[in-house]
């Protein structure tokens, strides 16, 4: 049979080795559903469902049986979203027409044909690959998650307190703000209202360590940060500005963890970043921290939340101001330098994510 359709190879652009300059992740795309992501904060979760949207697919969170329990925000019945039911700890009631479902997503009664009617064994929710509770946050793998989260022993350490920002909703893409996480060398020219030291902007070139899952990269930066609150700063025996080891490590998809080392006091902070990719438009970060250098001071663990917001507005300042949203993953596609490194890992790690799944 002849096509009608007009010869497209004499106009076609000639093939060549070179990705194409459109490989990039966003918030839709589909291959980052094999991930953790945080969907809201643990203490925001009780007995009745609440509603989560994670890479633009909904999703109920909430307690079963004292178990952390999700579900897609639909029932089987007619459609209705399950978040508009109630729960009462052992079983979630549809808003609609009142079935009834327990932890595992079976339906166990449909009041409009009395209690001792047989259920239809497809009345049952459909679950994400993965829910759990870790680090204050609850987290959904939409499908099976290439990688654990990361290990944020701190957060569990009695000699460390733990305090969180709350959640973040912004319009710069998820992965655009993970990479940030991930960077250093905007930190004496985006930071300067807070820990940043303008001038210190030359780092060394620091190797990018890949753990055995294939999925986990790491690196050390040695920074200079102003430290406000190291109290031999005020008496004089310290410089404000001071030595940092920064060790920052990426998860897929969006999640981040950083650990500052402070060589002159011996203190260190935790900082676990999630960037929940909500839809095509919106982003929520979750931020949690560990630190002991305050021991357990309740005001300077609140004014450290006032300060980590201000941080994230610097970060925000700049993210928010792109006009696309998806972060490039064909790495000839932007100037990258040897600072640069644990950013180009993230690219490749995340471009593996949609091009196969096995690691390397
Ligand atoms: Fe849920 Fe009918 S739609 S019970
Ligand atoms: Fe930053």
């Known amino acids: 049979m002849t096509s009608t359709l007009p010869d497209a ?26 991930a953790w992501y945080a969907v809201a904060l643990a203490a925001d979760v009780g007995t009745d469902p609440v ?15 004292g178990q952390i329990a999700a579900f897609a925000d639909q029932c089987p019945h007619r459609l209705a979203p399950l ?35 047989a259920i239809p064994p497809k009345a049952q929710l459909r679950q994400p690959a993965g829910v ?23 957060w569990d350490d009695a000699a460390f307190d733990t305090c969180w920002n709350s959640p ?17 060398a905007h930190i004496p020219v985006v930071h300067t209202g807070t820990f940043g030291v303008p001038g210190s902007d030359e780092l060394p070139a620091e190797p990018v360590d890949h753990a055995d899952d294939g999925w986990t990269a790491s690196t050390t930066y040695r920074v200079t940060y102003k430290n406000h609150d190291d109290p031999l700063v005020a008496t004089g025996e310290h410089p404000l500005e001071q030595p940092q080891d920064l060790y920052k ?22 900082i676990l970043f ?52 998806a972060l490039p993953t064909n790495t000839t596609v932007e100037v990258s330098t040897r600072v640069d490194r644990l950013s180009v890992a993230y690219r490749r790690l995340l471009h593996r994510m949609v091009t196969d799944t096995a690691p390397d």
């Open 9 to 34: 190879t004499a106009t076609a652009p000639a093939a060549t080795s070179t990705p194409s300059v459109t490989s990039a992740v966003d918030n839709t795309t589909p291959a980052l559903r094999r």
């Open 51 to 65: 509603p989560v949207t994670v890479l633009g697919e909904h999703w109920i969170v909430m307690r079963l049986d």
């Open 83 to 117: 978040s508009i039911g109630t729960g009462d700890g052992a079983r979630l009631r549809c808003g609609y027409h009142g079935w009834e479902f327990d932890g595992t997503g079976a339906c166990t009664r449909i009041p409009a044909l009395g209690d001792a009617a």
């Open 132 to 154: 759990q509770e870790r680090y204050g946050l609850v987290w959904i793998a939409p499908d099976e998650p290439l990688a654990d989260l990361p290990d944020f022993w701190e």
């Open 168 to 184: 973040r909703p912004t319009t710069a893409g998820a992965g655009q703000l993970c990479d940030n996480f991930l960077d250093a």
């Open 249 to 270: 490590e990426v998860r897929p998809a969006t999640t981040a963890f950083i650990r500052l080392g402070f060589p002159l006091t011996g203190k260190v902070i935790a």
């Open 274 to 325: 999630s960037c929940l990719p909500v839809d095509a438009e919106r982003t929520v970060v979750f931020k949690m921290m560990a630190r002991n250098d305050f021991d357990g001071d309740a005001e300077r663990l609140a004014a450290s939340i006032v300060f980590e917001d201000q941080v994230l507005d610097e970060d925000l300042a700049v993210l928010e101001a792109y006009r696309s949203k």
